[in-house]
């Protein structure tokens, strides 16, 4: 199912890398429509990748096979739900690494979860009754001048 | 995505990527460049200039080449980094392990110092 309403964007995801870019374009016509701007535009896509990547990656050969993305935007700010059917994962409380330790060779990814924490300004996950990780994402508006290193996620 | 390896002056090569850095992307052309700068030689200058989005497959690419120049001690800086994308490698500390320069000329003597 994918539509839009006149509340939001219902999104059916397809679990593959390949089929992410479409995805991605329609919630980026559906945000600047609703009047986000490029910066919030930016940041829903930057995570909203990660997020889906990170199901792709580890939900989807664990059993995964459902997903859906939900946004709804208003005064320049927006929210973005991702829905899954795999096991249970908060990207919320999973530990991150820090790039530092990469170039010499400790490890090789992993930074997704960080660039998801850094780049939402609140987030909230919940497994639910029926077997669903929920993950709520907010974005909203930033001065230019406070992007850079500043700590405004929630990890 | 695509990419491109120029030979520059001094033995060094610039690297030039153009298009989205996101998963679909990065997986596409990994392999390829990595088998490029595997025939190089020298430092490496990054051309960033052509690319508006990269997530975190791309920054791994890009520790991933940085590693690989590393070990046959070389070095690699990186140009032309759009604002948005700067402010995301900004955020991950990047620039800690990849210097940036604001142009090749500029990247060539941050190599060579």
New interface residues.
């Given amino acids: 199912m994918n539509h839009a309403t006149t509340g939001g964007l219902h999104l059916a995801l397809a679990l593959e890398?390949?089929a992410?870019?479409a995805i991605?374009r329609r919630l980026g016509a559906f945000l600047a429509e609703g009047g986000c701007a490029?910066?919030v535009r930016?940041r829903v896509?930057?995570v909203v990748?990660?997020a889906v990547?990170n199901v792709i990656r580890h939900a989807g050969p664990r059993g995964a096979g459902l997903a859906a993305l939900y946004a709804k935007c208003g005064a320049g700010s927006a929210m973005v739900a991702l829905e899954d059917d795999g096991p249970e994962f908060d990207p919320l409380a999973a530990p991150v690494r820090?790039?530092?330790g990469?170039?010499a060779?400790s490890h090789?990814?992993g930074?997704?979860l960080?660039?998801i924490r850094?780049?939402v300004d609140a987030a909230r996950y919940a497994r639910t009754a029926a077997g669903i990780n929920r993950l709520e994402l907010d974005f909203s508006p930033r001065p230019t001048d406070t992007?850079?290193?500043e700590e405004t996620g929630p990890g | 995505m695509n990419y491109e390896i120029v030979p520059i002056a001094s033995g060094a090569c610039r690297v030039v990527l153009n298009g989205r850095a996101d998963a679909a992307a990065v997986d596409g052309v990994e392999a390829g460049l990595i088998a490029g700068l595997r025939a190089t030689g020298g430092h490496v200058v990054l051309d960033l200039a052509g690319v508006p989005f990269m997530g975190s497959l791309g920054i791994r690419l890009l520790i991933g080449i940085a590693r690989l120049v590393g070990r046959r001690g070389d070095r690699m800086a990186m140009t032309g980094v759009q604002p948005q994308v700067l402010e995301v490698f900004e955020t991950m500390a990047l620039f800690d392990l990849i210097p940036h320069a604001p142009d090749q000329d500029a990247a060539l003597v941050l190599l060579a110092g």
């Fill in positions: 890398a390949k992410l870019a991605q490029a910066d930016f896509e930057l990748e990660e990547m820090p790039v530092s990469a170039l060779g090789e990814g930074f997704g960080h660039l850094r780049n992007l850079s290193g």
